[in-house]
């Protein structure tokens, strides 16, 4: 099988379970979003040098991937049809879980905090940006053609998770964070 295939030259695209949009469409925006998300949470995690950490975030990759499948695909008829499962509050408890664990391991939060410190650190901020975006794609699409509501649960949780990975590996490295103190600092 090649890998390119010429559709998609006059700026259409298939989406998963059926039928063709253009490429600026919400629905392709919206999970071409979380592909991005996906991409960052990598780089992320290859910036790690925890194990826990890197677990974690290959689950949640695979989980990013069946979100992307189920945005690409319109209609619960071709959910079924193709086999693709909305996500499901389970998953929105389970970084809910993971975030309460490694919260355990930080101080209280008495300010916003700069994002930067180790490398793993910033990779884990710019992810949390690019899933803030995956999310106001999400939004727009779900105001267009309605969502699970734990499909904009999942991504709203998941930008909390990245935050505290991104404190978990400064802390770790035994850095401080950096806080925000307005036009003073």
């Not at 071409?32 to 826990?52: F, K, Q, R, Y």
């Not at 695979?62 to 693709?84: M, N, V």
Request: proline residues 4%.
């Amino acid at each position: 099988m090649k890998i390119y295939t010429r559709r998609g030259d006059r700026g259409e695209t298939d989406l998963f379970a059926g039928g063709r949009v253009r490429k600026d469409d919400p629905r392709v925006e919206a999970y071409g979003a979380v592909d991005e998300l996906n991409s960052a949470l990598g780089l992320a995690s290859a910036h790690s040098t925890h194990e826990d950490v890197q677990v974690l975030c290959r689950a949640v990759q695979a989980r990013l991937f069946d979100l992307g499948a189920y945005l690409a695909a319109p209609d619960a008829k071709r959910h079924a049809k193709a086999g693709i499962a909305a996500p499901a509050e389970a998953d929105i408890t389970d970084l809910e879980g993971a975030i309460d664990r490694l919260e355990g391991e930080l101080a209280p939060l008495e300010r916003f905090v700069l994002p930067g410190g180790t490398v793993a650190a910033a990779a884990f901020h710019l992810a949390r940006t690019v899933c803030r975006r995956a999310e106001r794609s999400a939004v727009a699409l779900d105001a267009e053609a309605p969502l699970a509501p734990a499909a904009l649960g999942y991504l709203n949780r998941l930008s909390d998770l990245l935050f505290v990975l991104a404190r978990v590996e400064n802390r770790r490295a035994g850095l401080a964070d950096v806080e925000w103190l307005g036009r003073k600092g």
